[in-house]
């Protein structure tokens, strides 16, 4: 933590008890989940050009919190994310959508931005659309995604969203629902992405933007944008800019 002094032009530093290293720009929220992060996936590391600190939930399993988003979880989380701002985090997100079932509680709960789930980007899309336009969003469990997490990150009117789910894919579900332990990238993005990104936008006329919403789909967006005829939105890479400059450090 750096001090200005404008009497001397000095800088100063000064230590944070019970902090064990300086210079983090994000801390990310992590499932309990076994599953191997590939370049350009929110967990990884060399995914950004700046540092970031990561905290694993203890118990945020898939079942806990994508299927059932059970609320008994918030306070293990909510200290995750408290520790991750002790340890110099100036904001916090996580690596999974579905943790957008408690923003409320952890943005509440720290003194720094927090935004637990892409989709929290939808309304911001929709306010660059004409009204009679929809936004395609891939999900990586349709069936669970309720409207607690959707409400908890102001999405209140569904009525001009498109949500596909991608657990009725082989190597999708193989791999980041039912955890296997390895990831095919090549058979998992034409499969996943590009075909239901297709369907997606062919149900519904009027759609333009696909937001892939599963954090584990990294390096996929020029193949759903094609697909789509669309500008992808969300590229899974995440911004490689730091929070210090980024306008969403605010931190």
Do not use: W
């Amino acid at each position: 933590m750096t001090i200005a002094d404008e009497r001397t032009s000095r800088r100063v530093y000064r230590a944070r008890r019970g902090q064990v290293a300086y210079g983090y720009s994000v801390g990310i929220v992590c499932l309990e989940y076994y599953l191997p992060f590939i370049p350009g996936d929110v967990g990884n590391a060399s995914t950004y050009d700046f540092p970031v600190l990561y905290r694993e939930v203890k118990g945020a399993t898939f079942d806990a919190i994508i299927v059932r988003q059970d609320p008994d979880m918030v306070p293990l989380i909510v200290e995750a994310a408290q520790e991750l701002v002790r340890q110099g985090a100036k904001a916090v997100t996580s690596d999974c959508g579905y943790f957008g079932a408690y923003q409320r509680e952890v943005a509440e709960a720290v003194p720094v931005p927090v935004f637990l789930s892409s989709l929290m980007q939808v309304p911001l899309i929709l306010s660059m659309l004409g009204p009679g336009k929809k936004v395609a969003a891939l999900v990586a469990n349709g069936g669970s995604l309720s409207t607690r997490v959707l409400e908890r990150i102001g999405i209140h009117d569904m009525s001009r969203i498109v949500f596909r789910g991608l657990e009725d894919k082989p190597e999708f579900r193989r791999t980041v629902l039912d955890e296997c332990g390895t990831l095919d990238a090549d058979a998992v993005e034409p499969r996943a992405s590009t075909r239901r990104s297709e369907r997606s936008c062919s149900s519904a006329a009027t759609c333009r933007p696909t937001r892939p919403r599963c954090r584990r789909r990294p390096g996929y967006p020029s193949s759903t944008g094609s697909a789509s005829s669309t500008t992808s939105t969300s590229p899974s890479r995440r911004s490689r800019t730091p929070a210090s400059s980024d306008p969403l450090s605010r931190s």
